[in-house]
C-alpha cells in the first residue's frame, strides 16, 4: 500500500470518526427526554468537558465521582494534543461540515493576525477566575454548552416544525396519508415530542450558532482558533503532549501544508513548524505534502509510533531539536503576565458588578427554580448547559434571560405559562450533569415547595364573569388538592340568581407546581398564578 494511500485512509477514518461522534451526541440528546436511556449515559456529553468540569469545581469548591471521566480527554490530550478538537468536539464537526469558505490549494490563509488567537486564552483566564469567585456565567461560550443548548431550544424543535409541515402537507395526498401516520406513529414520542416545543429566546441561540458558522468566512474554523476557551485549555495542555508534528530538514517549503492547515497554525518563518496548543490532528498538511517531509511522532520518545507521509521510520537529529526548540518556544499570542493580570482584574470587577445586581436584593417574583433548588447552590454549580431543559417533558424548563440577573443567564427556570413541572417526573434533577439540580426521588421532589398559587379574581373566569370554570381544581395533581371550591350564589343584572363555584387555594399545601396556571383558559396572564414563596409564610 503507498504512502498516501495510507494518509488519506488516515484521513478518511478522521471524518467517519468525526460524523460518529457527532451523531452520538445527538442520540444521546434526543434520548435525553423522560423514558430514554439512563441519566449517567445521556449526560456523558458536559462531563467529558475538562473547561466546564475544572469551573464548576472552582466554584462549587468539589468535585464529583461522576466527573472523573473527563480523564478521558485530559488524557487524549496529553496524548494526541488537541485531538478532541479535530476528532470528536460536535462544534467543531459542524464547522468543518460547513466551511463556507471553500479552500485550494491556490489559495492563502486568512489576512487575520495571530495575534486574535489571545482571545480565547483571555476568555479562559476570565471564566477559570470568576468561577474561582463563584461565578460560571461565561460558561455561556462553552462549546459544548453552546451545542447542547442550541440543539435543546432551536435545532431539535425546529427539526420538528419542519417535518410536522411536511407531513400535514403530504397527509392530504390521498395515497400518502397512511404512510404518514405510519411514519408519524413511529416518529413519536420516541424521537419526536408528540407536542410541539416551545422556547423562549430560541431565535437567541440559533442566531448564536449561526454567528459561529458565519465565521468561517472570515478563516476556516475562526471559532476554534480564535475564540474558543476549551480549545485554549486543551491547548495549554496540548504543549506538553507526546505526539508531535515535525517537519524534516528535507522541506523545501512549498507552502502547501501552509494553505490546508485549518487553524492556519504551519508558519513559514519556522520552518513550517507548528505550535501543538493550535495543531488539531487533521493530518490535511501530511496529504499535501509532495516531500514527506511532515510526520507525528512522539516527542519524548515515550510512544512506539510515528507516522510519516512516506511510511518509514527516520530519525532526523538535527530537524528533530530544532522542532523541540521551536515547540518549547513561547508564541506572540501567548498571554503575558500583564494580559493576564488584566483578564483577572476583569474578571473579579465582572464578579463584583455581578453580586451588585438589584436581583439580589428583591428577587423576582416569578423566578421559579427546579425542585430542591438553592438559588447560590445553583449559581455555583449551573453549567447553563441546558441538559435539564431538554430533559423536561413538559418544556416548562426554560433557560432564563434577565430573571435572575446577569449572573443567572440561561440557568434553568420554571414558566408555568409554557409548561408545569410534572407530578410523576424527576427528569431534571437525574440528568442535571453536576447535581446544580438536586437527584431527588421521586417522592422527595413531591414534597418539594417551588412557589406558591395566588388568584387574581379580577381576570378569574368564576370571581369576575360568574361562569362556570373549575380547570384549577380539576387539575391539581396532589393527593389532598391544594385548590379547593366554595359555592356562593351571585345576583345578576336581569335579576336571575346563579349559583358558582369559587376557586380558593390553600397554600399551606400548594407546592407551585404550576399546572393550576398552565391550563387556566384565561388568555395571556393566566388567572392564576405561581409566585416564588416569601421565606417567612404564617397561615
Known amino acids: 500500500m503507498s504512502a498516501r494511500k495510507s494518509i488519506g485512509r488516515w484521513i478518511t477514518a478522521r471524518k467517519i470518526v468525526q460524523i460518529t461522534a457527532l451523531l452520538i451526541v445527538i442520540v444521546l440528546l434526543i434520548m435525553m427526554r423522560r423514558g430514554g436511556w439512563p441519566p449517567e449515559v445521556v449526560n456523558m456529553i458536559m462531563r467529558l468537558d475538562p473547561l466546564a468540569v475544572l469551573a464548576q469545581a472552582l466554584s462549587s469548591r468539589s468535585f464529583l465521582l461522576g466527573s472523573t471521566v473527563v480523564l478521558f480527554t485530559v488524557l487524549l490530550t496529553v496524548i494526541a494534543g488537541r485531538a478532541w478538537c479535530g476528532w470528536l468536539c460536535p462544534l467543531g464537526t459542524v464547522l468543518d461540515l460547513i466551511p463556507l469558505r471553500k479552500r485550494t490549494l491556490r489559495d492563502k490563509q486568512p489576512n487575520v493576525s495571530n495575534r486574535w488567537r489571545s482571545v480565547k486564552y483571555g476568555l479562559l483566564i ?27 431550544t432551536s435545532l431539535w424543535p425546529a427539526t420538528d416544525q419542519i417535518v410536522t409541515s411536511v407531513e400535514t402537507t403530504l397527509y392530504h395526498v390521498p395515497f400518502l396519508s397512511d404512510p404518514i401516520s405510519s411514519i408519524d406513529s413511529w416518529l413519536r414520542p420516541a424521537i419526536l415530542p408528540s407536542q410541539p416545543e416551545y422556547y423562549r429566546d430560541a431565535w437567541l ?4 450558532f449561526i454567528g459561529i458558522i458565519v465565521l468561517n468566512l472570515i478563516a476556516p474554523r475562526f471559532w476554534c482558533r480564535y475564540l474558543c476557551p476549551l480549545g485554549g485549555l486543551l491547548g495549554w495542555i496540548s504543549r506538553g503532549a507526546l505526539l508531535r508534528r515535525e517537519v524534516s530538514e528535507e522541506c523545501k517549503g512549498c507552502t502547501l501544508c501552509t494553505v490546508v492547515c485549518p487553524t492556519g497554525t504551519v508558519d513559514a518563518s519556522k520552518h513550517y513548524a507548528s505550535d501543538p496548543a493550535e495543531c488539531t490532528l487533521c493530518l490535511e498538511c501530511l496529504d499535501v505534502c509532495p516531500r514527506s517531509t511532515i510526520e507525528f511522532q512522539p516527542r519524548y520518545k515515550l510512544l512506539p509510533i510515528r507516522v510519516r507521509a512516506d511510511g518509514i521510520d527516520r530519525k532526523d537529529a538535527v530537524g528533530e531539536q530544532k522542532a523541540k526548540k521551536l515547540f518549547a518556544a513561547r508564541q506572540a499570542y501567548d498571554p503575558s503576565r500583564r494580559q493576564f493580570l488584566a483578564a483577572a482584574t476583569l474578571a473579579i470587577g465582572g464578579v463584583a458588578l455581578f453580586g451588585s445586581e438589584a436581583v439580589h436584593q428583591r428577587t ?15 449559581l455555583d454549580k449551573c453549567l447553563r448547559c441546558g441538559e435539564c431543559v431538554r430533559a423536561c417533558p413538559t418544556h416548562g424548563l426554560q433557560p432564563a434571560f434577565t430573571q435572575a440577573g446577569l449572573e443567572g443567564w440561561w440557568t434553568p427556570l420554571l414558566i408555568p405559562r409554557l409548561g408545569y413541572c410534572a407530578y410523576s417526573c424527576n427528569s431534571c434533577g437525574q440528568v442535571c450533569p453536576v447535581q446544580a439540580i438536586p437527584k431527588l426521588s421521586l417522592d ?14 379580577n381576570r378569574c373566569i368564576a370571581w369576575a364573569d360568574h361562569g362556570a370554570c373549575i380547570v384549577c381544581e380539576e387539575m391539581c395533581p396532589l393527593p389532598e388538592k391544594a385548590v379547593y371550591l366554595e359555592k356562593r350564589d351571585f345576583t345578576q343584572p336581569d335579576g336571575s340568581t346563579v349559583t358558582v363555584q369559587l376557586p380558593h387555594v390553600d397554600r399551606s399545601r400548594c407546592i407551585g407546581c404550576g399546572i393550576c396556571e398552565f391550563k387556566c383558559p384565561v388568555n395571556g396572564n393566566a388567572a392564576i398564578r405561581v409566585y416564588v414563596p416569601s421565606t417567612e409564610i404564617v397561615y
Open 364 to 378: 423576582d417574583d416569578h423566578l421559579l427554580r427546579p425542585p430542591g433548588v438553592s438559588e447560590s447552590d445553583l
Open 205 to 208: 441561540f440559533g442566531a448564536v
Open 444 to 457: 422527595e421532589k413531591r414534597t418539594q415547595v417551588i412557589g406558591k398559587a395566588y388568584i387574581d379574581q
Open 126 to 152: 476570565v471564566i477559570l477566575v470568576a468561577a474561582l469567585f463563584g461565578n460560571l456565567t461565561l460558561l455561556i461560550f462553552d462549546p459544548l454548552t453552546i451545542f447542547v443548548r442550541t440543539f435543546s
